[in-house]
């Protein structure tokens, strides 16, 4: 494992919890749901983050417990932190959603006359042959 969460320690390879510092991601939820900003419900909680790192934890779903990870939180708890951000992005204007656009289908065919060596100099005869190629543009099939 490349990083263990916040909340947890590795004993003997196996995952548990730290309590002292599983009780300080309860309170992150708490105090995220209770309407405060990511990063004063992380200071309040006892936790040193800034608040990209607060909504980081808060999307970890290893805190719901996994194979490796016992739960600290329910999953309750972190639907409702989830709805919450996800409401609170949109009210911001920070979910951003592609707008589709009905783009019109452009076809064009090709055609090249008889090409015949006019010219010695092969940038003149490259002139020349690009001269004689005629393109027919057609909009949605049409």
Do not use: C, W
Request: hydrophobic share 30%; no cysteine.
């Amino acid at each position: 494992m490349a990083h263990t969460p916040y909340g947890y320690r590795i004993e003997n390879g196996i995952a548990v919890i730290d309590e002292e510092k599983a009780e300080k991601v309860r309170n992150l939820y708490k105090g995220y749901l209770s309407g405060l900003s990511l990063s004063v419900a992380a200071k309040t909680a006892g936790i040193d983050a800034y608040h990209g790192t607060a909504g980081r934890m808060l999307r970890n779903e290893r805190y719901l417990g996994d194979d490796y990870y016992p739960a600290i939180i329910d999953k309750e708890t972190y639907e409702k932190a989830e709805a919450e951000r996800v409401k609170r992005a949109k009210k911001l204007g920070r979910i951003f959603e592609p707008k589709t656009e009905d783009k019109p289908t452009i076809y064009k065919k090709f055609s090249i006359g008889q090409v015949i060596q006019k010219y010695t100099n092969p940038f003149t005869q490259a002139e020349y042959v690009y001269s004689l190629i005629e393109s027919e543009v057609q909009q949605d099939g049409s």
